[in-house]
């Protein structure tokens, strides 16, 4: 089955796809949770309270995780809060982070 040209689109879409993936297992490894797998996190689901339940003892290792993986320090708890939602908006300022 042949699908076509690889589109700009479809490219980006893959890398942000793999990029969510990576950052699910990256996730799971930093804060041991052994019984999840990558495919237990929804993308958009909240990463604490109701979501993986995550505390503020995570999100600081969710932070170093940023800073370790992908040299980006976020430094106004505030943006952390946003970026720190969900899989989706870690992978979005992950994304918005790298050069064009």
Known sequence: MRRGPITRKRLTYNIMEALKLKLKQQIIEALNLQDTKPED???????????????SIDSLELMVLLERN???????????RKILQSVQT?????QSKQPA
């Open 41 to 55: 996190i929804d993308d958009n689901a909240p990463l604490f309270g109701e979501g993986l339940g995550l505390d």
């Open 70 to 80: 992908y040299q980006i320090k976020v430094e106004d708890p505030r943006e952390g």
């Open 90 to 94: 870690m992978a979005e300022f992950i």
